[in-house]
T-cell receptor
Framework: QKEVEQDPGPLSVPEGAIVSLNCTYS??????FMWYRQYSRKGPELLMY????GNKEDGRFTAQVDKSSKYISLFIRDSQPSDSATYLCAGYTGRRALTFGSGTRLQVQP | EPEVTQTPSHQVTQMGQEVILRCVPISNHLYFYWYRQILGQKVEFLVS????????KSEIFDDQFSVERPDGSNFTLKIRSTKLEDSAMYFC???????????FGPGTRLTVL
């Protein structure tokens, strides 16, 4: 079983829509979860970083972690065409290596 | 805003040749990492480095790979004898000890012919 799983998409939404991106994980040792955004042929850009279960908000982005069901989500409000990218979730045990999911490709149509 | 930089952006090499990929981490960061991403696949951890030694490495990081911090600013990944399957994007990342959040560079695209 893959440690971090994501639906690869593509997920296509109209501009202004609320986007929901999701990951499941199997490694109970993950303590932290990150969301990265990756544009084509570029490096991952850190968006959100969460430690505990619950919600964390930053501007148009909300990260949600449910450790009981091993489920993490990223919500994007008022989506923009510039949000079109691949979104990577990652788990972190505290031992330095990030474990990434395969990413979900998002397309926001103008 | 400080950022991780990497050079070159694209490296083409012949199979069996040695390559060195270079990174300049964020200046006050103490932990350094290399990841790779084969085209169409997920980002995979290679190695982490702290206090001038490897702190963790994956099964991908075999004897063909080595890392070095040759001076106070650079962090390098050397592949001794490249194989076709080493073709990938290689990302350097760094983090400070307080937050552990890792910041990635733009990557070096390695093409092995």
């Amino acid at each position: 079983q893959k440690e971090v799983e994501q639906d690869p998409g593509p997920l296509s939404v109209p501009e202004g829509a609320i986007v929901s991106l999701n990951c499941t994980y199997s490694n109970s040792a993950f303590q932290y979860f990150m969301w990265y955004r990756q544009y084509s042929r570029k490096g991952p850009e850190l968006l959100m970083y969460t430690y505990s279960s619950g919600n964390k908000e930053d501007g148009r982005f909300t990260a949600q972690v449910d450790k009981s069901s091993k489920y993490i989500s990223l919500f994007i409000r008022d989506s923009q065409p510039s949000d079109s990218a691949t979104y990577l979730c990652a788990g972190y045990t505290g031992r330095r290596a990030l474990t990434f999911g395969s990413g979900t490709r998002l397309q926001v149509q103008p | 805003e400080p950022e991780v930089t990497q050079t070159p952006s694209h490296q083409v090499t012949q199979m069996g040749q040695e390559v060195i990929l270079r990174c300049v981490p964020i200046s006050n960061h103490l932990y350094f990492y290399w990841y790779r991403q084969i085209l169409g696949q997920k980002v995979e951890f290679l190695v982490s480095f702290y206090n001038n030694e490897i702190s963790e490495k994956s099964e991908i990081f075999d004897d063909q790979f080595s890392v070095e911090r040759p001076d106070g600013s650079n962090f390098t990944l050397k592949i001794r004898s490249t194989k076709l399957e080493d073709s990938a994007m290689y990302f350097c990342a760094s983090s400070d000890t307080r937050t552990d959040t890792q910041y990635f560079g733009p990557g070096t695209r390695l093409t092995v012919l």
